[in-house]
């Protein structure tokens, strides 16, 4: 059932993958606040779920994000990111199941 409304063309994955997606999109729409998870468990399920992806899929998770980064230039006064350095990484370059919750304060 669930293999005949996703789109193959997103690339392979497994019943597993789509169990766990599946099952905390259901629990991230519960009526009950408390009932939902919180969003750093959300953040790690997805990563678990990430990391149960074949490594086919890792290569095309954002195959023309680095061609557009490239084309970005922190020094351009035009680019909406003149101010910032952008950099693509990797799921499994970066390890965001680390046990640290990272600080984010305005610019």
Do not use: W
């Not at 997606?21 to 009950?32: G, S, Y």
């Not at 939902?36 to 095309?60: G, K, S, W, Y």
Request: hydrophobic residues 40%; negative net charge.
């Amino acid at each position: 059932m669930m293999s005949s409304i996703i789109d193959r063309s997103i690339g392979p994955y497994s019943s597993d993958c789509v169990e766990k997606f599946l099952d905390l999109a259901v629990r991230c729409t519960l009526d009950e606040q408390k009932d939902r998870p919180v969003i750093l468990e959300v953040v790690r399920e997805l990563e678990n779920i990430t990391c149960m992806l074949p490594a086919a899929f890792d290569n095309n998770i954002a195959p023309d994000l680095d061609v557009f980064m490239s084309g970005m230039s922190s020094s351009s006064p035009t680019s909406a990111y003149s101010r910032h350095t952008i950099t693509y990484t990797t799921m499994k370059e970066i390890e965001l199941v680390s046990g640290v919750i990272p600080s984010i304060s305005p610019l």
